[in-house]
């Protein structure tokens, strides 16, 4: 992967608007309360940053915790699962290079050890240790090298080590994707990497969000936050085996979390991973409208947007409404739609040169609305799921 | 497209196995009772044969047909559930190059007129003529020339017309995909176009099965045959706006079709569509074992045959066992697999050489099994559907 530079602002999305006041910092810093630290172990070649820490100094830490549903979890997400308890994070352990996934009893054990010795390092309890993975899978953890990684680690842990962090989770992202906010006196750092194709395995989103704001609920704010990005993009349709989000805070700057702005954050960060899934050129959100029911509108736009023939057309830039009518009547199979055509479509910037499209469909059915952000489907993405090969 | 030759043998996949005593004919020749025409209309280039007829010359003929359940069905599909006399079809007209879908109420009276036109000409019936399109969608049909074309059809019925029918309802296939069978005294012959990507529309497949044998209930017979082939099939889990299987038999060989051979002909049928899907170079067989449920056996080989990532496995020949786990476990979100590994997972034909691969997952949770063929995803997928542009 040829990395590129982090983008100059972070906010540059049509469809993630932060709340006014929001203040760009440099995504080095952490939020007040953090420090990060990595190290290379060798998980990853050219001496890159593969393995990392983030730790907060306070033990009065709020968190919560999302996992992938995926019942073939990697063994850092059982381990989560199993020993961790999710509202009382102190710290993650992350490496990248080794997804740790369908290593048996033996990459539980790894994982388990991951979060043990992080937590002797950092003099906090193993429970209290988050730990993610995200790489080749299949392939056992060299965990002596990850060991000694998570020592030096743990000793350079930096109030300026988001870049650092950001470093030790990205795989195939082509630029990283991090930043740090100033909201009146809440700090917001957070960071993450996309769904990249890592040989030879599995496509993983991983997500770190650190604040000095008082989260009253961090599961529910956490659970809001994710259902209105994470859950509503899709790159191919695939669910990971090693997907966490983690949200931590400290509480210290006394006030909340501005309302929107958790949201936005997650949602720029969403299109991040979009727009850089799989060799993707564009991204495009689908709005269905005018559905019988919440759920036959979400149905439909995920059909939509999860199309390899609208998906195609996208990368192709054809605004071919008729594959919409037909991903959609797909989804309502055994219905009948007779009242679609294309004054009910809005596919014409499936046809543009912007790099984000816009489309919709009215079903006249009933009030009910969804929508759900994908990426194209062209060339790149056959080339980097094929010609990786074991 | 370039067209090939049409194949030596018929039966020659490794899954399509014929009862004994079967033999081929040319399969120009028609089941005895049936005579079949075509002609050129304009609607596809080159003079090609884009319209035809199909007829049972015996008023005592029983039938089936089963049409896509897709919610934006096309126009001729709507005239076939509304008009058609569906265990009585005499007759079938068909045409290529516009698949007359989400045309409108114009559309549905061109479909209507077609059958109109081709009743009259071989003085049968409306409802006893089904129709069939395949094609552009959202583009109206020149019907003046198509009415033209249905008389020219008309006039030129022949017991030997088999090829010329299959050459009408071609559209993007690579070959044809056709039959005539002997065994005993029985008589089958069988006209197929598969899902190849049509300028700007969808993929649709057709089928039109004759014979002179006694099929006692000629829906049961065709629901049973095409559950283990035509819907045991994906490309690209994409459902046609047009999808139509006919069955026609006359019964005047007294006997009935020898067990297993229609089941044997559509299969060989449905594996050509999939070997000749969007540009595919492989077919693939998956078979999931072990399910608690044949629902859920069913909802896993599916996943599978329909993720990107196996599909991209199977065109770059990458053995990779964690795509097939991965898979599996998104279609088992929430539950927990993790006795899934290397030795569940037969992941080896992935990367032969073959042409057709057979790949397996024991889940051991039950004793419930399914299987279900689809093609690859390589280059060819995305350079067909994204470069034809409206």
Redesign the interface.
């Known amino acids: 992967v040829e990395r590129q530079q982090a983008p100059e602002r972070f906010f540059r999305s049509r469809w993630a608007q932060p709340p006014g006041g929001v203040e760009e910092l440099d995504p080095d810093r952490l939020a007040p309360g953090f420090r990060a630290g990595g190290a290379h172990c060798g998980l990853k070649g050219g001496g890159k940053t593969d393995v990392g820490l983030v730790v907060c100094d306070s033990e009065d830490v709020r968190s919560a915790l999302l996992l992938t549903?995926?019942?073939?979890?990697a063994a850092p997400i059982?381990v989560c699962r199993e020993v961790t308890t999710r509202d009382r994070i102190r710290a993650a352990v992350v490496n990248s290079g080794n997804a740790n996934?369908?290593t048996?009893k033996k990459g539980y054990e790894d994982a388990f050890e991951m979060c043990r010795r992080a937590a002797s390092a950092l003099n906090v309890d193993t429970a209290s240790v988050a730990v993610a993975e995200t790489g080749t899978?299949?392939v056992p953890l060299p965990i002596d090298n990850v060991l000694i990684g998570i020592d030096e680690a743990a000793s350079r842990l930096d109030p300026n080590g988001g870049g650092t962090f950001s470093d030790a989770i990205l795989t195939t992202d082509r630029w990283p994707k991090r930043c740090t906010l100033r909201a009146g006196s809440v700090t917001l750092s957070a960071q993450a990497k996309g769904a990249g194709?890592i040989e030879?395995?599995?496509a993983t989103m991983l997500c770190f969000v650190q604040t000095d704001a008082v989260v009253e609920d961090p599961d529910a704010a956490l659970r809001e936050a994710v259902a209105g990005s994470f859950e509503r993009i899709t790159v191919?349709?695939?669910?990971?085996?090693n997907d966490t989000v983690l949200l931590q805070a400290t509480g210290a700057a006394g006030v909340p979390v501005p309302p929107g702005l958790l949201e936005a954050v997650l949602l720029q960060l969403a299109i991040e991973i979009v727009a850089d899934g799989e060799g993707a050129a564009r991204a495009c959100r689908v709005e269905v409208s005018g559905a019988a029911s919440a759920a036959e509108a979400e149905r439909v736009a995920r059909a939509i947007a999860n199309?390899?023939?609208v998906k195609?057309?996208l990368?192709?830039?054809?605004?071919?409404?008729?594959?919409i009518?037909?991903?959609?009547?797909?989804?309502?199979?055994?219905?009948?739609?007779?009242e679609?055509?294309?004054d009910s479509i809005d596919a014409a910037e499936l046809?543009a040169e912007t790099q984000e499209a816009e489309i919709g469909l009215r079903l006249r059915r009933g009030e009910h609305n969804a929508h759900v952000w994908f990426s194209d489907?062209?060339?790149e993405?056959?080339?980097i799921?094929?010609?990786?090969?074991?």
Do not use: C, K
């Open positions: 549903r995926n019942a073939s979890a059982r996934a369908e048996g899978i299949g194709m030879p395995g599995f191919d349709g695939q669910m990971s085996t199309s390899p023939l195609t057309a990368f192709g830039r054809d605004p071919n409404w008729g594959r009518a037909q991903a959609a009547g797909q989804a309502l199979a055994g219905e009948d739609l007779e679609i055509g294309a046809g489907l062209g060339y993405y056959v080339r799921n094929a010609e990786y090969t074991t």
